[in-house]
């Protein structure tokens, strides 16, 4: 098997600037994920919030997962657990407007660190679509402006621990999926491995390195960019040691944004109405998702197709 790509961001300031876009386009093309060094946002950063992640769960989060695996009797499952996940999680929501004041539990040197590494993700992440543009062929700021819909990006965090699991055989820290959204940069534990993405019909670990930030595409990238991108599963297997802290933060489109396959990226010969991805408003593909996260992507794009289709074919609905 090939090497997971890792992309050493400071290499796109030099002569090997390059080779550095072409082993980002393809590992868009050929997995869905990459793995970012040097990527800018300091060691120290990640340091202040790796340990006050890890503090938060063992003060206020730990007693209640286990107060919980305790009430469902996962301890003792015999069969696989095929409707619930393994892990302690909180959200918090930056754009287009924060809720870290509302989220309970959290101290206040805990929130302004949050807020703080939110802003230089946010940063990280529009670098990465324009970089994704340059590869494309895209002018550069699409991405960012078909994602901004009226009232901007939605943007958040799942901050999610995955404790010691008695039965990793029988339960998943998180069930096989796909993301529905656009970027998703994740800052994980490098200590204590888990994440796998599915890779010509393999599993393949994605490597617990220090400091790194890893990189994947959501289901409208794959849209967007008419295929040439794809969406891949992937899923967070369980331990019988250590506690696996991860921070997935979700750059996404603005709900009301109107995502559709980019005219330049659809074969000339397909401009009729052969994109094989619907036009959709993104919010009406996230209330789909919400009840088929855990199911393949196809199916949803075809019922977008089909909403789109009856919409269109609808005298009162277009009227």
């Known amino acids: 098997m090939e090497n997971f790509p890792i992309i050493n961001l400071e290499k796109l300031n030099g002569s090997e600037r390059a080779d550095t876009m072409e082993m980002i386009k393809d590992a868009c093309e050929n997995w869905g994920f990459f793995e970012l060094v040097n990527h800018g946002i300091p060691h120290e950063v990640m340091d202040t919030v790796e340990k ?53 539990d959290l101290d206040d040197q805990y ?51 995955y404790p010691p699991c008695p039965k990793p055989d029988l339960i998943k820290g998180l069930r096989a999926h796909t993301d529905a959204g656009g970027i998703i940069l994740l800052f994980q534990d490098d200590k204590v491995s888990g994440l796998q993405l599915l890779k010509d019909g393999q599993w393949i670990d994605v490597p617990p390195m220090r400091h790194s930030i890893v990189v994947n595409l959501g289901d409208q990238l794959e849209v967007i960019t008419n295929g040439k991108y794809k969406s891949v599963m992937h899923r967070v297997i369980t331990q019988t040691d250590g506690t696996r802290m991860s ?42 998702y919400a009840g088929l996260k855990f199911q393949a992507k196809e199916p949803r794009f075809e019922a977008m197709i089909k909403a789109m289709e009856t919409v269109k074919s609808d005298p009162v609905a277009t009227a």
């Open 52 to 104: 006050m992640t890890k503090g938060h769960y063992k003060k206020c989060m730990e007693q209640r997962f286990k107060e919980l695996v305790a009430s469902k009797g996962l301890e003792a499952v015999q069969a696989e657990v095929t409707d619930l996940d393994w892990e302690s999680t909180f959200f918090l929501r930056h754009l287009p407007v924060s809720n870290i004041c509302e989220v309970p």
């Open 111 to 161: 929130r302004e660190v949050m807020r703080d590494f939110a802003k230089r993700l946010e940063k990280l992440a529009e670098e990465l679509l324009d970089l994704l543009c340059e590869n494309l062929g895209l002018e550069k700021g699409y991405l960012k402006k078909i994602f901004y819909g009226t009232k901007g990006p939605n943007f958040g965090t799942k901050v999610s621990n």
């Open 247 to 288: 921070l997935a933060s979700f750059y996404n489109p603005g709900s009301d944004a109107v995502i559709f396959p980019a005219p330049t990226l659809v074969e000339k010969e397909a401009e009729e109405s052969k994109a094989i991805y619907p036009k959709f408003v993104f919010d009406d593909y996230m209330k789909l």
